[in-house]
Structure formats: structure tokens, C-alpha cells
């Protein structure tokens, strides 16, 4: 099994591409709750991706 760190040294160019093809979920998000003017913390968030506007 691969350790944490060579996870991140060579998989991280695949693990962006993956990421990259997931659908904007922030309609869906903003439909159960609206997140404008609140502090977000988000943990475990992989590449950071998810851009609040």
C-alpha cells in the first residue's frame, strides 16, 4: 500500500482530473441552505476545488 506521501507525490495530477469532471453542486447546496455571509469550514476538502461565489 502506497504511504500518504507518495499518494500526494504521484497521484495528485489524477486525483485533479477526477475531481475536475465532478459536477457544480452549488445550486443544489444554496437549495438547503444558503451559505452567503456565513464562515465555512471545510475540512478533508481534497484539492479545494469547491469555490463558494
Known amino acids: 500500500m ?3 506521501d507518495e ?3 504521484d497521484l495528485s495530477f489524477s486525483y485533479e482530473d ?3 469532471r ?4 452549488t445550486e ?3 437549495e438547503i441552505r444558503s ?3 456565513l464562515d465555512v ?3 478533508g476538502a481534497g484539492s479545494g476545488g469547491f469555490q463558494a461565489l
Open 41 to 43: 469550514l471545510d475540512l
Open 35 to 37: 451559505y452567503k455571509g
Open 18 to 20: 477526477m475531481v475536475s
Open 22 to 25: 465532478q459536477p457544480d453542486l
Open 28 to 30: 443544489y447546496i444554496k
Open 2 to 4: 502506497p504511504s500518504h
Open 7 to 9: 499518494i500526494y507525490k
